[in-house]
């Protein structure tokens, strides 16, 4: 069974920057592209950024290009999401997904192109 942890979130100040971890067990993580979202209370779930399976591809949300950037290591089997100069609204619970399969997303912003998810790690941006 595909399982996804990730970690390295917490409560941070403005401007600081984080490294979010994304780690793969039970599959190995070089045969499926792998997307970041994260979910503000009372918001709906978004895409931040999508990676495809030997990293030749990536993505940014558009609120988050320059700020943001994903990685992998498949040696590791783990997805980097590192975010630089955070701010009060990147406050949200983060997940990483696993799509389906190594093809990349058609539309890597859509929740449904992704199969597998973790259970999120928290992100609180405040001074």
């Known amino acids: 069974q595909l399982q996804l942890v990730e970690s390295g979130g917490g409560l941070v100040q403005p401007g600081a920057s984080l490294r979010l971890s994304c780690t793969a067990s039970?599959?190995?993580?070089?045969?499926?592209?792998i997307g970041w979202f994260r979910q503000a209370p009372g918001k709906e779930r978004e895409a931040v950024s999508c990676?495809?399976?030997?990293?030749?591809?990536?993505d940014y949300a558009d609120s988050v290009k320059g700020r943001f950037a994903i990685s992998r290591d498949n040696a590791k089997n783990t997805v980097y999401l590192r975010i630089h100069r955070l701010k009060p609204e990147d406050t949200a619970v983060y997940f990483c997904?696993?799509?389906?399969?190594?093809?990349?997303?058609?539309?890597?912003?859509?929740?449904?192109?992704?199969?597998?998810w973790g259970q999120g790690t928290q992100v609180t941006v405040s001074s």
């Open positions: 039970g599959f190995t993580l070089e045969d499926y592209a």
């Open positions: 990676i495809s399976s030997f990293g030749h591809i990536t």
């Open positions: 997904a696993a799509g389906y399969g190594r093809d990349y997303p058609s539309h890597f912003w859509d929740p449904v192109e992704f199969g597998s």
